[in-house]
């Protein structure tokens, strides 16, 4: 009698072992790569801002007696729209310092030397579109297939550039994507 009481109970306990690991097991199913998901870890992954140029930050001759190369009154457009201010520096010499709104489009620090100094900047800003497709490779590798666009001139923009490169024209691009330790990355 004691077997009877004992057996129907560990019969219960395993079974309930057993359908709690099929739980987890289930709840724990790495995400489904779809157009969203996709979507979310290529913005998150974007690499390139957009087309970048690089300036002449500096010029040690732009005034004085024999002024060559730029001076503050030839980056008037861009002081007017508030990404640089134009500073005088010695007897001869102007630089442009970047304001807040300047700063969120440089690529990287200034370089150069007390001569001469340069900046990579955002001359069109691009963004991802959308997702295409997504074609599976296997359970862990997929190809996704996107679109881009150039979407706005921004002041360091000029007009041949403006002429050039058009807003708004979706081009195709792909790229791998990748499940690792149950979650999906983008391969850059």
């Known amino acids: 009698m ?6 129907p ?3 219960a306990k395993i079974l309930f072992i057993f359908a709690s690991s099929l739980i987890l097991l289930a709840c724990h199913k790495p995400p489904v790569l779809d157009n969203k998901l996709a979507l979310k870890l290529l913005i998150a992954t974007q690499s390139l801002p957009g087309y970048s140029i690089s300036i002449v930050t500096n010029n040690p001759n732009g005034r004085g007696q024999n002024p060559t190369g730029w001076n503050c009154a030839d980056k008037q457009a861009w002081i ?9 520096s010695g007897r001869s010499g102007v630089y442009l310092k970047f304001t807040p709104e300047g700063s969120k489009l440089l690529l990287a620090k200034p370089w150069g030397d007390k001569v001469l100094r340069n900046a990579n900047v955002i001359a069109v800003s691009q963004r991802i579109r959308d997702v295409v497709s997504i074609e599976m490779i296997d359970n862990t590798h997929a190809i996704v297939n996107y679109t881009w666009i150039y979407d706005q001139h921004t002041p360091f923009s000029n007009a041949q ?8 024209i979706p081009q195709t691009e792909q790229t791998s994507a990748t499940l690792k330790n149950g979650e ?3 391969e850059q």
Not at 161 to 168: E, F, Q, W
């Open 161 to 168: 550039l403006k002429k050039a490169i058009a807003l708004n």
């Open 9 to 11: 109970n560990h019969l």
């Open 2 to 7: 004691l077997t009877e009481l004992i057996m």
């Open 80 to 88: 007017d729209e508030g990404v640089v201010s134009c500073k005088k």
């Open 184 to 186: 999906w990355t983008i």
